[in-house]
């Protein structure tokens, strides 16, 4: 089960079933701690940057660079999901896909964080024209 | 309807649901789940019949018929809008 884990050092934030042996930010070794989601959620607000929809853009493009999939050519379809990814940012706290309703159970929700896990889902596994849910991610014509 | 403003597919959908009305005289109530809490709370209070059908998930679109419980989740062709509508 995931937990989320946080470097005593320099409070960076890890997710997952076990921390890092080595902090990627501040390079101190056997650093984290087990935090609650509300920790987690306290100390992100604090150290959050801001972030636009054109850097965002930017990171998501140079995120599926090296990967097996894209950002949708469809430029049309992909600004109105970063507006619905702000809005819901801005409205709900967290970056959620405008395509799936949240729950309000937050551990639950993470899953539908922009970007979330779409290789697993049946949407983009095993499909030649796979894509994630809400179409923000498309597999490359050749991957 | 439980439908997202910047959901692609649910504009998508939505000639299709006019469509559907212009032709059948149905009338599909359009409940905008993003930015309406009272909307969000009642689409997630049909969870139990929203999640076999959409992945486990509150997907938008997600066309609900209350009198029978049949969902359909997601951009559909007309012919599955039409036959669900109409059942």
């Known amino acids: 089960m995931k937990k989320f884990w946080r470097c005593f050092v320099c409070n960076d934030i890890h997710y997952g079933v076990k921390p890092p042996e080595i902090c990627p930010t501040c390079m101190a070794k056997n650093a984290y701690l087990e935090i609650t989601s509300e920790e987690a959620r306290k100390v992100s607000s604090i150290t959050q940057t801001e972030i636009n929809k054109e850097r965002f853009l930017q990171t998501i493009e140079n995120f599926a660079e090296k990967n097996e999939f894209q950002v949708n050519p469809d430029k049309e379809k992909v600004l109105m999901l970063i507006d619905g990814v702000f809005n819901n940012e801005q409205n709900q706290g967290l970056k959620y896909c405008p395509c799936r309703l949240t729950t309000k159970d937050f551990v639950e929700d993470l899953k539908l964080v922009c970007p979330c896990n779409f290789l697993i889902h049946e949407t983009y596994k095993d499909k030649k024209d796979g894509e994630c849910w809400c179409g923000l991610f498309v597999r490359k014509k050749d991957g | ?87």
């Open chain 2, 1 to 87: 309807m439980f439908h997202g403003r910047e959901c692609p597919h649910c504009k998508n959908m939505m000639p299709l649901v006019d469509k559907l009305e212009r032709e059948t005289g149905i009338k599909l109530e359009k409940l905008e789940v993003w930015h309406n809490e009272k909307n969000a709370d009642l689409m997630r209070s049909y969870r139990e019949i929203i999640f076999p059908v959409c992945g486990g998930q509150l997907r938008t679109p997600t066309f609900l018929n209350t009198e029978n419980n049949e969902v359909i989740c997601g951009e559909v062709e007309y012919r599955k809008l039409k036959e669900w509508a109409t059942k």
